[in-house]
């Protein structure tokens, strides 16, 4: 009913054509390389997790942001090495612009920021769920995208700052069952490693690229990074001070080797002083080895690790108070984190604590059914009166289903009732509701549904 003979009868044609075209061989069914559908049982976890972060940044009193994934080019491409770099998912447009789909989130916060300018209310505290990408050969069959939870505090110079985001980050996880048993957040500060070179007497245009290279210290084997070191510039002696400085995980071996009133030494041990006024002591654990692979950190930095060292870091992030003005803006101290959706999902499987049970359902309320075609009508109606109450309504939108058939349906849809419309409920105006719980089953009157 309700189309028109011509639609209906293009619509036979469009079937014969289908016929015809059922020939040609079918499209790829896979998404491209290294990236992921999400059907609606996969979408349910995803939601699950983003909203877990959601209600964290919101708890914390963190405004929500986002940016296209497409942005210039120009604002990834940082001389300092990074793996990033090399693997920048960037191309010319259609316009010949230079363009890369975003491989993280914090220079598009930047952008922003700077944007912003002197309108912008320091300090800011901003959070995104973004979809971030690399190019990789596919030989090493990684992923291409992942959705990144990034927090940001802008326009805070002391650890304080540094202290709010790694005690949102232990809330979320104590959020979803994962205790300081399982994980700890490794923290260390790049002005360790600055205060170390500079005394050895390593020009500072090579401390980013340093940073890169210590950055792969538990990847590559001990000679590989001293190659390395040498690579960028460093000579025996300042590699030595460097290796030595990685061993320190101790405030008490930070304070031995950069001296008691040392200014970074001093600020580490401030920063463990505000995190026990937190309670987050357990989850916090001061690793020299910590540097982090981006370029820009300048400061604090840090990563969430599980403690069977089994998963790769979980989440990590920093203070980077340089990125506005490399970008060409003025001064502005920012520190933030980034945390993937892949690890934490592989380390909440591990520990049987993906809610997948509880994430089979859907939480419909009511499935509407009509007997036949003449009652349709007044399905709807009821449909409609039940959705102005709230509730969520799966209407069964072919009539004559066998009852055996709809029964199976609710279920499966996770229905609480069953509302059934049949000639005789329709002539006396009521509705036959069955509690798929209490299997109870009552007529109600049509206006007094709810
Ligand atoms: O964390 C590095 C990264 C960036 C973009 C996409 C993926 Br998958 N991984």
């Not at 040609?24 to 979408?43: A, H, V, Y």
């Amino acid at each position: 009913g309700g189309r028109s003979v011509t639609t209906q009868t293009a619509n036979v044609d469009a079937k014969k054509s289908n016929a015809q075209q059922q020939q040609q061989s079918q499209i790829e069914l896979n998404p491209p390389k290294g990236t992921r559908d999400f059907p609606p049982e996969e979408m349910r976890k995803r939601n699950w997790l983003f909203d877990s972060f959601r209600q964290t940044a919101l708890l914390f009193g963190f405004e929500e942001f986002d940016a296209p994934v497409l942005e210039s080019e120009a604002l990834f491409t940082r001389k300092a090495g990074e793996e990033i770099q090399g693997q920048l998912y960037n191309f010319s447009d259609k316009g010949d612009r230079r363009v890369s789909l975003r491989p993280e989130l914090t220079p598009s916060l930047a952008r922003l920021i700077m944007q912003k300018g002197k309108s912008l209310a320091v300090p800011a505290k901003w959070f995104a769920i973004g979809q971030c990408w690399r190019y990789e050969r596919m030989t090493r069959g990684r992923r291409r995208e992942h959705y990144q939870w990034n927090m940001d505090i802008v326009g805070v110079e002391g650890v304080e700052a540094e202290v709010e985001l790694l005690s949102a980050i232990c809330h979320f996880f104590a959020s979803v069952g994962i205790t300081s048993e399982d994980v700890g957040i490794k923290v260390n500060s790049r002005k360790v490693l600055a205060r170390v070179m500079e005394k050895a007497g390593v020009p500072e245009e090579i401390f980013a690229n340093v940073c890169v290279v210590v950055d792969k210290i538990e990847k590559l084997p001990r000679e590989k990074i001293i190659e390395e070191l040498r690579e960028v510039g460093l000579n025996e002696e300042a590699t030595q001070s460097v290796l030595t400085c990685m061993e320190t995980n101790s405030l008490e071996g930070l304070k031995s080797l950069l001296g008691e009133e040392d200014e970074c030494a001093k600020e580490m041990e401030k920063l463990f002083v505000l995190a026990r006024a937190y309670g987050i002591e357990d989850w916090l654990v001061f690793d020299a080895s910590v540097v982090r692979g981006l370029a820009y950190y300048t400061g604090v930095v840090f990563e969430g690790f599980d403690r069977r060292g089994e998963l790769r870091a979980i989440c990590g992030g920093g203070r980077y108070d340089g990125l506005i003005s490399t970008l060409g803006g003025e001064y502005t101290p920012m520190v933030g984190f980034g945390f993937g959706d892949a690890v934490i999902v592989e380390l909440l499987k591990d520990r049987g604590l993906m809610p997948e049970e509880a994430l089979k359902t859907m939480n419909v309320d009511d499935v509407v059914f009509s007997m036949d075609e003449s009652c349709r009508e007044t399905a709807m109606r009821a449909a409609s009166v039940l959705r102005k109450n709230g509730r969520r309504v799966d209407v069964v939108l072919e009539d004559g289903k066998k009852s055996k058939w709809t029964f199976k349906h609710a279920e499966r849809v996770g229905a609480k009732r069953l509302l059934t419309i049949g000639k005789k409920e329709q002539e006396e105006g009521i509705v036959k509701v069955k509690n798929l719980e209490t299997r109870e089953e009552v007529d109600v009157s049509l206006d007094k549904l709810a």
